[in-house]
């Protein structure tokens, strides 16, 4: 594609993607369908373009106003993803002197807001916690996070499927922690491999991996994915079950759980058994009160240890909609309890780095609820022979009893988790 016609195209891209009426990668798909004469190098410059405007969007926007043309344009051309000789020869010669002073601009000429590119209410909540750690977080956030897959245990091995993607080009290493995950680098054509058809492999990252494992569920057991989404925990969690038992993957949402279908064809269980669900007090749910061993709520919230993937919903988001998220979070939680019979498991887990998503909705229900018992995950991991396991976890009444992972300290989507047993 000539580069005057993909810059306009980027420009036109980033114009829709920033009315942020949708998720990014929603209208980057979309605009891939309603163009598809467009080869793989035209889109992974399209997309990369987008998501670095909004990566950086703030320091962007600082700088957008001293060049001419749509801003779309000069936001695209900032954020251009590709050689800087293709984007040039696309440029006027006033565009490109502009550019030429953009790119001369250090990080020591920046103001603060202009480094972390994060709106003002989500700023001083990571201070808070991270300290020290909170520029090394703004880093991690500022690239692309890696591709993770979890292999399925039920009928792959992790070293078999390594050696399978390495003859098909793809150098793929152990994750550190989760024993189903591999790591990629790059985003190779998975779907069209024999691994993934197959349904050998998932695309999960290891975090998410981590969450399944906390739950433990055992062979023959009644166990019950609250949120269940589009599955990802699910399948994990079928396959630790080894197909055996009974899996319930509840959601509000029909249209999430239809994306479950092909996966769990692919991946050879026949224990997962997805149901819609009306509201956290359906009467499917009341139906299996105290009779069931173990529970998930992946409960919806703000996605914000998601940033590396999805950079707009840092623009997405606000304070008041978190509020609105903690107390539909309590409420799940509450009724997810319910279901569990005595000495069951509960796990409450959030993709968020917000405190007010985590540890105080798992400090007010521990106080709520007398009859569980808060449990130390460093100690759970431990016992399920991850490595490293302490520094994956803090808080809580034992220093680790919550999970609690960083982008920039374990190379994960941050993520938190409780665990309770039911006395």
Not at 20 to 27: C, G, I, N, S, Y
Not at 313 to 320: C, G, N, S, V, Y
């Given at each position: 594609?000539?580069p005057?016609?993909?810059l306009d195209?980027?420009?036109?891209?980033?114009?829709?993607?920033?009315t942020?009426?949708?998720?990014?990668?929603?209208?980057v798909?979309?605009?891939?369908?309603?163009?598809?004469?467009?080869?793989?190098?035209?889109?992974?410059?399209?997309?990369?373009?987008?998501?670095?405007?909004?990566?950086?969007?703030?320091?962007?926007?600082?700088?957008?106003?001293?060049?001419?043309?749509?801003?779309?344009r000069?936001?695209?051309?900032?954020?251009?993803?590709?050689?800087?000789?293709?984007l040039?020869?696309?440029?006027?010669d006033?565009?490109?002197?502009w550019?030429?002073?953009?790119?001369?601009?250090?990080?020591?000429?920046?103001?603060?807001?202009?480094?972390?590119?994060?709106?003002?209410?989500l700023?001083?909540?990571?201070?808070?916690?991270?300290?020290?750690?909170?520029?090394?977080?703004?880093?991690?956030?500022?690239s692309?996070a890696p591709?993770?897959?979890?292999?399925?245990a039920?009928?792959?091995?992790?070293?078999?499927?390594?050696?399978?993607?390495?003859?098909?080009?793809?150098?793929?290493?152990?994750?550190?922690?989760?024993?189903?995950?591999?790591r990629?680098?790059?985003?190779?054509?998975?779907?069209?491999?024999?691994?993934?058809?197959?349904?050998?492999?998932?695309?999960?990252?290891?975090?998410s991996?981590l969450?399944?494992?906390?739950?433990?569920?055992?062979?023959g057991?009644?166990?019950?994915?609250?949120?269940?989404?589009?599955?990802?925990?699910?399948?994990?969690?079928?396959?630790?079950?080894?197909?055996?038992?009974r899996l319930?993957?509840?959601?509000?949402?029909?249209?999430?759980?239809?994306?479950?279908?092909?996966?769990?064809?692919?991946?050879?269980?026949?224990n997962?058994?997805?149901a819609?669900?009306?509201h956290?007090?359906?009467?499917?749910?009341?139906?299996?009160?105290?009779?069931?061993?173990?529970?998930?709520?992946?409960?919806p919230?703000?996605g914000?240890?998601?940033?590396?993937?999805?950079?707009d919903?840092?623009?997405?988001?606000?304070?008041?909609a978190?509020?609105?998220?903690?107390?539909k979070?309590?409420?799940?939680?509450?009724?997810?309890?319910?279901?569990?019979?005595?000495?069951?498991?509960?796990?409450?887990?959030?993709?968020?780095?917000l405190?007010?998503e985590?540890?105080a909705i798992?400090?007010?229900?521990?106080?709520?609820?007398?009859?569980?018992?808060?449990?130390?995950?460093?100690?759970?991991?431990?016992?399920?022979?991850?490595?490293?396991?302490q520094?994956?976890?803090?808080?809580?009444?034992?220093?680790?009893?919550y999970?609690?992972l960083?982008?920039?300290?374990?190379?994960?989507?941050?993520?938190?988790?409780?665990v309770?047993?039911?006395?």
């Open positions: 594609m000539h005057k016609v993909l195209a980027c420009a036109e891209l980033v114009r829709l993607t920033l942020f009426e949708h998720p990014a990668d929603a209208v798909s979309r605009f891939f369908r309603d163009n598809r004469g467009l080869g793989p190098r035209e889109r992974a410059t399209l997309a990369e373009t987008v998501y670095t405007v909004l990566r950086k969007k703030l320091l962007f926007d600082h700088m957008a106003p001293s060049g001419s043309g749509p801003k779309e000069r936001l695209a051309i900032l954020g251009f993803y590709g050689p800087r000789d293709f040039k020869s696309a440029l006027t006033q565009e490109r002197n550019l030429e002073q953009c790119d001369a601009v250090t990080v020591d000429d920046l103001m603060e807001r202009h480094r972390h590119n994060l709106p003002e209410w700023v001083q909540p990571l201070k808070d916690q991270l300290g020290t750690g909170f520029w090394p977080l703004v880093e991690s956030l500022s692309a591709l993770d897959l979890r292999v399925n039920l009928n792959d091995k992790r070293a078999d499927v390594q050696k399978e993607l390495a003859k098909a080009g793809i150098k793929a290493l152990p994750t550190p922690y989760s024993p189903w995950g591999l990629i680098d790059g985003k190779p054509a998975l779907t069209k491999l024999e691994v993934f058809t197959r349904g050998a492999v998932e695309v999960q990252d290891e975090g991996q969450l399944a494992l906390l739950l433990d569920a055992k062979r057991e009644m166990v019950v994915d609250f949120c269940a989404g589009a599955g990802g925990k699910t399948l994990a969690i079928g396959a630790s079950m080894r197909n055996t038992g319930y993957a509840f959601d509000v949402s029909g249209h999430r759980l239809d994306a479950l279908k092909p996966r769990l064809a692919r991946s050879g269980l026949s997962v058994h997805p819609a669900i009306a956290e007090r359906d009467d499917r749910v009341k139906r299996l009160a105290g009779k069931i061993d173990r529970v998930l709520v992946d409960a919230c703000s914000l240890g998601t940033l590396r993937r999805n950079p919903l840092k623009w997405r988001q606000t304070p008041k978190v509020e609105e998220l903690v107390a979070q309590t409420a799940i939680l509450a009724s997810a309890a319910r279901l569990l019979k005595s000495g069951g498991r509960l796990v409450y887990a959030t993709c968020s780095i405190p007010q985590n540890e798992a400090e007010a229900f521990s106080a709520a609820h007398p009859d569980f018992e808060l449990l130390d995950a460093a100690e759970l991991l431990t016992q399920l022979k991850v490595e490293g396991a520094g994956l976890c803090s808080g809580g009444e034992m220093g680790t009893g999970l609690r960083w982008p920039h300290v374990h190379q994960t989507d941050g993520f938190f988790a409780a309770w047993k039911r006395k």
